[in-house]
């Protein structure tokens, strides 16, 4: 029998590499690569909320532009965590994620801050293993 934790890893890593699938087609795959394995190092340096409202800030919906990966790593990000059952009771389905994320207490903080890194190292790794090459600076 698949322990609950199993079960969650592997949901973890089916929609992580469904998100890497997803960013391996844009245009700008390779900053999709690059601000992923950036975003679990901005996590831990500037907390959960910073990063997540400094790629709040960056997304631009111009698919030719670096600003759509930042877009379309929030928006993966956003439809983990407020559809896994393991956080998304703490937040408000009705708002923004950087939103929901602000109002929360110090204890689900650092729980939705656990479980973002956990995503996050599931879609470092396949996007590493899907997206060749370096975005140019």
Avoid: H
Wanted: charged content about 30%; proline content about 2%.
């Amino acid at each position: 029998m698949m322990a609950v934790t199993d079960k969650l890893e592997q949901g973890r890593a089916e929609f992580a590499y469904q998100c890497a699938a997803k960013g391996s087609a844009l245009d700008k795959k390779k900053e999709y690569k690059q601000y992923v394995k950036k975003l679990p190092m901005l996590i831990k340096t500037n907390g959960l909320g910073a990063a997540v409202a400094f790629f709040f800030s960056k997304k631009n919906d111009d698919q030719s532009k670096a600003g759509y990966a930042y877009k379309e790593i929030y928006e993966q990000l956003n439809e983990w965590l407020k559809n896994a059952e393991s956080v998304n009771w703490m937040l408000n389905s009705d708002k923004p994620l950087v939103q929901s994320i602000t109002e929360l207490p110090s204890e689900q903080y650092r729980a939705l801050t656990i479980e973002t890194l956990a995503f996050l190292n599931w879609l470092r790794r396949f996007a590493e293993g899907m997206i060749e090459g370096e975005a140019e600076e």
